[in-house]
Nanobody, 115 residues
């Protein structure tokens, strides 16, 4: 069974930077892509970024130009580099692994940006 563990969250002032990591363990095959979502209090979970195994990336409109997603060659660890953070980036960030026939989520990690 695949498990995802996020790390790197925390509190930062507006304008600062953080890097989130997601480490996948277990038997991993048939990967389509990996990504990040977030959920602010009272809001639905929203798409942040994803990256395919061929390296193609996509970003949510609210983070374009500020966030960057990357992964290691094995595809079992991926990162979200966040810069120019704003208070509206506050929320719980979830990593996601999309494989053929399945979708796995991490437990979530808190990111708090203060003005």
């Amino acid at each position: 069974q695949v498990q995802l563990v996020e790390s790197g969250g925390g509190s930062v002032q507006a304008g600062g930077s953080l890097r989130l990591s997601c480490a996948a363990s277990g038997r991993i095959s048939g990967i389509s892509g990996m990504g990040w979502y977030r959920q602010a209090p009272g809001n639905v979970r929203e798409f942040v970024a994803n990256i395919r195994m061929n390296g193609a990336t996509m970003y949510g409109d609210s983070v374009k130009g500020r966030f960057s997603i990357s992964r290691n060659k094995a595809g079992n660890t991926w990162y979200l580099h966040m810069s120019g953070l704003k208070s509206e980036d506050t929320g719980v960030y979830y990593c996601n692994l999309n494989r053929i026939g399945s979708n796995t989520w991490g437990q979530g990690i808190q990111v708090t940006v203060s003005d």
